[in-house]
């Protein structure tokens, strides 16, 4: 049986991309979508997305990290599948989607996609990093020598260190360059090394530079080693709402694989 599948990147954090709105994917079958996801033997990505029908909002999001297994939130996949209804014409500028972590709002503007993510009540500030959960789970963390930080070496002794051991965490490395501008490096759990951008990154960064006093702004660009992100967000005695990721989502190419 051949599959068809696009291929989508979101400030270089790419992505297999499925409609599976008919449900022939194979949704349990981990070393398959593992085998697309290898760059060498398969398509390649850090992950892979299923675009499916919703009950009662235009569509449901399931992603897959590279190494497989389903996983929590990604919101540089939230934005390209976004992009990638709007290629279906299952929507037109606007998008209500169900994902792992709730519904989320979506806008494209020109060539940005705009993504509401959930609202964050549980920032976890210590000595030497914060902690929070934005979707996916992140470690954040200045570097004062960001370029020559060895991310997947120290990344991978964080992820599976105390306190996260198993269950893991993602780990953003970051140099402030301003009051509204930072620049990160993140290592992502189950890709296991450093990706070109991280949406659920990028948002807990600037979440956690905005609870530690590094800023007082409310949006913030986020340099990736892929592009530019930003970030906006308003706060409240209860935490950070009305959150949003916007950036670039552009479609790769298509193509089929025998599966
Ligand atoms: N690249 C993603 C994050 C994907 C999930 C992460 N690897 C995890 O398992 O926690 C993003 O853009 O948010």
């Known amino acids: 049986m051949m599959t068809t599948f696009y291929k989508y990147q979101g400030t270089g954090n790419d992505f297999v991309m499925i409609d599976n709105r008919q449900l022939l994917f194979d949704k349990n079958n981990t070393k398959h979508i593992k085998a697309l996801c290898n760059r060498r033997f398969g398509i390649g990505g850090d992950g892979l997305i299923l675009l499916e029908n919703h009950d009662s909002l235009d569509f449901k999001m399931v992603y897959y990290n590279a190494d497989g297994n389903e996983s929590t939130m990604c919101g540089n996949g939230g934005r390209c599948i976004v992009a990638f209804a709007n290629f279906l014409k299952i929507i037109e500028n606007r998008a209500k989607f169900m994902a792992i972590d709730g519904e989320h709002e979506a806008l494209i503007d020109g060539d940005l996609v705009k993504l509401q ?69 993140t290592y992502e759990r189950g890709v296991e090394d450093e990706t070109l951008s991280c949406g659920t990154g990028v948002t807990a960064v600037a979440i956690a530079m905005h609870a530690t006093g590094e800023t007082k702004n409310n949006l913030i660009k986020l340099n990736t080693e892929g592009g530019a992100l930003q970030v906006s967000f308003e706060k409240s005695p209860s935490g950070y709402y009305n959150i949003w990721l916007i950036g670039p989502a552009t479609q790769v190419f298509k193509g089929e694989i025998a599966c």
């Not at 920032?123 to 200045?142: C, D, E, I, Y």
């Open 117 to 185: 993510m959930q609202n964050v009540s549980d920032v976890q500030v210590n000595k030497a990093h914060v902690f929070l959960n934005t979707g996916s789970p992140h470690h954040v963390q200045m570097a004062a020598d960001l370029k020559n930080v060895d991310i997947k070496t120290i990344g991978s002794q964080i992820r599976y260190g105390e306190p996260y051991n198993d269950t893991g965490t993602n780990v953003n490395f970051v140099t402030k360059n301003s009051d509204t501008n930072f620049s990160v490096r």
